[in-house]
């Protein structure tokens, strides 16, 4: 008999991974106790977390302003080198410029840079520095070299080389090449780069200090240790408060540095 | 055509292959004058463009000879070429404008062979070459456009920078690679006059070859005082506007219901 003419076929190695997919969150449930009734006992936990930590209670003004300061100055620093040191290696390990011998050792920085979570690089960078700020600059700088130079290594990729080849047809020197063909066509997607990382600068600093590596984290830990709630409430407002004055001052960097450039932020 | 008139640029038996055994150039062999308007003309494909970019090496000839000022072209390393394609400014059919920097500064685009990278990138160029660049923004009919951004500008205003741009380098030879092919047919005959006008006078009363590919064969006519015709990678008529006559063309394009 022959069958119905079928629109769609079916694809029972789909269906198959569909089935496997749902088996294996069950078996994960019940592997790591995630059921009901403990997430019922939890909530009355936070309940009670919540009622500690309120009203809020800046027990320690000195720690918590030097903390801050100190999360503020790594987070700027930080992002002030990793930008100045992402800016070669990104323009490096940008395949239509560079050839395969330069691009391919600054390729394998930067994927050396973006492979460790920047806590794992804090601890390392901890270990080998010792306690303290040096080690939390490191770690930051470490993450945005990673992320600004892979991005701009791929924007410049995606430039005209016509531009490019009109500047090198007038005998432009190499140096002059790049200022003139290359860089004033990424500018402005670099200055996006820099500040989106200046801003997530701001809110890693304030977790190396978890691990020893300088910041307000130091302080936070040290807090919840001491079940300190109500000033642990405290600085995670004054976290939150620094958070938003930075994306008010990233944007405002971008607002001067692009204001050549509105016409392609459209 | 050109004996007895100083040779600008000679080109002895040019080949070049883009991949092995599919020859783009076949033996070109021309030499240009000193002055006047060398059009070539032919099929898309043909190889005009590559001819023209072998010129500055943009494309890397597979052999031949390219003698200009003296020297063989071909031959030079990275720094002489850097410093022969000083000599030579190139017109774009898409403009090649540096869309995000300003008219002034595309101009003097034309000067950073002359001008150590430092200064360029700091825009220190010397008052000679600035005030050279407000003149020829006036030749090129754009004074007052100075400080706006190359990609506020319309076709035939981006043009006219770009012809702006080669002619402060100051060269001894002028390329355009279908200067026109993106523009309206006003705006086309415009810009051809303004390329006839800054060759004659490139801004110190001195004139200059130039090569212009071309695939409008009446506005090649009109302005060309030489025309090349090329037919796969070959060159099959060179002689004045008034000799291009329909059989000539037939043989150039191939075919001949175009011609009706």
Same mark, same amino acid.
């Given at each position: 008999m022959a069958a119905n003419p079928r629109a769609f076929e079916r694809n029972r190695l789909a269906t198959f991974g569909w089935l496997a997919l749902a088996a294996y969150v069950v078996y994960a449930c019940s592997?790591?106790?995630?059921?009901?009734?403990?997430?019922?006992?939890?909530?009355?936990?936070?309940?009670?977390?919540i009622g500690r930590?309120?009203?809020?209670?800046?027990?320690?003004?000195?720690?918590?302003?030097?903390?801050?300061?100190?999360?503020?100055?790594?987070?700027?620093?930080?992002?002030?080198?990793?930008?100045?040191?992402s800016l070669p290696i990104g323009l490096i390990a940008a395949r239509n410029l560079m050839p395969p011998w330069a691009s391919w050792p600054a390729r394998a920085i930067i994927a050396l840079c973006r492979s460790f979570h920047p806590v794992i690089v804090a601890i390392l960078f901890v270990k080998a520095v010792g306690f303290g700020a040096l080690a939390g600059i490191l770690a930051l700088v470490v993450a945005s070299v990673g992320f600004i130079g892979k991005l701009f290594a791929e924007a410049i990729e995606e430039i005209s080389l016509k531009q490019v080849e009109a500047v090198r047809a007038t005998g432009a020197p190499f140096m002059s090449l790049i200022s003139y063909g290359v860089l004033p066509q990424v500018f402005s997607r670099f200055v996006g780069f820099a500040t989106y990382q200046l801003d997530s600068n701001l809110r890693n600093s304030t977790m190396v200090g978890i691990v020893g590596a300088g910041g307000i984290g130091g302080t936070l830990f040290a807090a919840f240790q001491r079940f300190d709630y109500d000033f642990v409430c405290a600085i995670l407002l004054c976290i939150i408060g620094m958070i938003m004055v930075g994306e008010v001052l990233a944007t405002w960097v971008r607002g001067v540095f692009l204001e050549r450039g509105k016409v392609d932020e459209e | 055509m050109t004996e007895g008139i100083a040779t600008a640029l000679s080109i002895r038996n040019l080949d070049k292959e883009?991949?092995?055994?599919?020859?783009?150039?076949?033996? +070109? *062999?021309?030499? @240009? =004058?000193?002055? !006047? +308007? *060398?059009?070539? @003309? =032919?099929?898309? !494909?043909?190889g005009k463009s590559t001819l023209i970019r072998c010129i500055n090496r943009l494309v890397e000839p597979t052999s031949g000879e390219i003698v200009f000022q003296g020297q063989d072209l071909v031959k030079l390393d990275r720094r002489a070429l850097r410093l022969?394609?000083?000599?030579?400014?190139?017109?774009f059919q898409?403009?090649?404008?540096?869309?995000?920097?300003?008219?002034?500064?595309?101009?003097?685009?034309?000067?950073?062979?002359?001008?150590?990278?430092l200064k360029a990138w700091l825009r220190k160029y010397p008052q000679g070459d600035i005030d050279r660049a407000f003149s020829l923004l006036d030749t090129v009919g754009l004074a007052g456009f100075a400080n706006q951004r190359a990609d506020s500008l319309s076709g035939g205003q981006r043009q006219r920078v770009g012809i702006a741009r080669a002619i402060m380098q100051e060269p001894k030879l002028l390329l355009a690679d279908e200067p026109t092919s993106s523009l309206d047919p006003k705006t086309s005959v415009e810009i051809m006059e303004l390329i006839g006008r800054v060759c004659r006078d490139s801004g110190r009363g001195n004139a200059i070859p130039v090569i212009i590919n071309m695939h409008d064969v009446e506005l090649a006519k009109r302005f060309a005082d030489r025309i090349i015709g090329m037919s796969d990678g070959r060159i099959v008529y060179d002689g004045a506007p008034a000799g291009l006559t329909d059989a000539m063309l037939k043989t150039v394009y191939g075919g001949e219901a175009w011609l009706q």
């Open positions: 592997r790591l106790d995630f059921t009901w009734a403990r997430f019922m006992t939890g909530l009355d936990n936070g309940a009670r977390f930590m309120l009203p809020p209670n800046i027990a320690q003004p000195d720690t918590l302003l030097k903390g801050l300061t100190e999360s503020l100055e790594i987070a700027v620093l930080a992002s002030f080198l990793g930008i100045l040191v | 883009y991949t092995r055994g599919k020859p783009v150039l076949r033996a +070109i *062999t021309l030499a @240009i =004058g000193a002055t !006047g +308007i *060398t059009a070539i @003309i =032919g099929p898309s !494909g043909t022969a394609r000083r000599q030579i400014g190139m017109v898409e403009y090649n404008l540096v869309e995000r920097l300003t008219v002034m500064e595309n101009l003097l685009c034309g000067r950073l062979g002359y001008v150590a990278p």
